[in-house]
Protein backbone atom coordinates (compact mmCIF):
# COMPACT_ATOMS: atom_id res chain seq x y z
CA UNK A 1 0.00 0.00 0.00
CA UNK A 2 3.19 2.18 0.01
CA UNK A 3 1.96 3.88 3.44
CA UNK A 4 3.05 4.25 7.06
CA UNK A 5 1.29 4.15 10.31
CA UNK A 6 -2.91 4.85 10.46
CA UNK A 7 -2.76 8.46 9.85
CA UNK A 8 0.89 9.12 9.50
CA UNK A 9 4.49 7.89 10.05
CA UNK A 10 4.15 9.89 13.70
CA UNK A 11 2.08 7.32 14.52
CA UNK A 12 4.80 5.60 15.03
CA UNK A 13 7.29 8.42 17.27
CA UNK A 14 4.15 7.69 19.92
CA UNK A 15 4.65 4.03 20.26
CA UNK A 16 7.04 1.76 22.62
CA UNK A 17 9.27 1.68 19.26
CA UNK A 18 9.64 5.29 19.28
CA UNK A 19 10.58 5.76 15.70
CA UNK A 20 9.72 4.84 12.32
CA UNK A 21 9.85 1.04 11.48
CA UNK A 22 12.12 0.09 8.32
CA UNK A 23 8.94 -1.14 6.94
CA UNK A 24 7.96 2.28 6.03
CA UNK A 25 11.06 2.72 3.71
CA UNK A 26 10.86 3.20 0.08
CA UNK A 27 13.67 0.96 0.00
CA UNK A 28 14.57 -1.39 2.47
CA UNK A 29 17.55 -1.94 1.86
CA UNK A 30 19.41 1.16 3.10
CA UNK A 31 16.81 3.38 4.16
CA UNK A 32 16.98 6.20 7.33
CA UNK A 33 14.08 6.58 8.77
CA UNK A 34 14.72 9.49 10.31
CA UNK A 35 14.65 10.89 6.63
CA UNK A 36 11.40 11.94 5.67
CA UNK A 37 12.32 11.68 2.03
CA UNK A 38 12.86 7.96 2.74
CA UNK A 39 9.79 7.05 4.00
CA UNK A 40 6.47 6.66 3.33
CA UNK A 41 4.73 9.55 4.82
CA UNK A 42 0.98 8.81 3.76
CA UNK A 43 -0.87 6.81 6.64
CA UNK A 44 -2.68 3.13 5.44
CA UNK A 45 -6.51 3.86 7.20
CA UNK A 46 -7.21 6.03 4.32
CA UNK A 47 -5.31 3.37 1.55
CA UNK A 48 -7.46 0.66 2.97
CA UNK A 49 -10.73 2.43 3.45
CA UNK A 50 -10.40 3.41 -0.40
CA UNK A 51 -9.34 0.51 -1.09
CA UNK A 52 -12.51 -1.93 0.38
CA UNK A 53 -14.78 0.86 -1.44
CA UNK A 54 -13.26 0.19 -4.61
CA UNK A 55 -12.84 -3.45 -4.19
CA UNK A 56 -16.56 -3.92 -1.97
CA UNK A 57 -17.85 -7.00 -4.62
CA UNK A 58 -14.69 -8.54 -4.45
CA UNK A 59 -14.54 -8.39 -0.57
CA UNK A 60 -17.86 -9.16 -0.09
CA UNK A 61 -18.14 -12.08 -3.03
CA UNK A 62 -14.85 -13.85 -1.06
CA UNK A 63 -16.73 -13.95 2.35
CA UNK A 64 -19.68 -15.21 1.11
CA UNK A 65 -17.55 -17.94 -0.90
CA UNK A 66 -15.88 -18.90 2.88
CA UNK A 67 -19.17 -18.54 4.43
CA UNK A 68 -20.34 -21.16 2.18
CA UNK A 69 -18.58 -24.36 2.97
CA UNK A 70 -19.59 -23.75 7.08
CA UNK A 71 -22.90 -22.86 6.61
CA UNK A 72 -23.63 -26.05 4.32
CA UNK A 73 -21.26 -28.13 7.02
CA UNK A 74 -24.39 -26.94 9.74
CA UNK A 75 -27.01 -27.57 7.20
CA UNK A 76 -25.29 -31.47 6.84
CA UNK A 77 -24.46 -31.85 10.56
CA UNK A 78 -28.29 -30.95 11.26
CA UNK A 79 -29.63 -33.22 8.75
CA UNK A 80 -27.19 -36.36 10.06
CA UNK A 81 -28.49 -35.61 13.94
CA UNK A 82 -32.10 -35.99 12.78
CA UNK A 83 -31.60 -38.95 10.69
CA UNK A 84 -29.40 -40.52 13.53
CA UNK A 85 -32.36 -39.73 16.01
CA UNK A 86 -35.18 -40.80 13.73
CA UNK A 87 -33.28 -44.12 13.50
CA UNK A 88 -32.85 -44.54 16.92
CA UNK A 89 -36.66 -44.41 17.62
CA UNK A 90 -37.36 -46.69 14.86
CA UNK A 91 -35.37 -49.14 16.64
CA UNK A 92 -36.80 -48.97 19.83
CA UNK A 93 -40.13 -49.81 18.48
Same mark, same amino acid.
Given at each position: ?7 ? @???? !??? !? ?7 ? %? ?10 ? !??? @?? &??? @?? !???? #? ?15 ? #? #? ?7 ? %???? $???? $?? $? @? &????
Amino acid at each position: LHCCGSHD @YMDW !KDT !KLGHVPISC %CMNTTSCDTDDV !KQI @YT &EGC @YA !KVVN #FLDANIGLVGGAALGVA #F #FPLVGVILS %CCLA $KNIN $KA $K @Y &EQMA
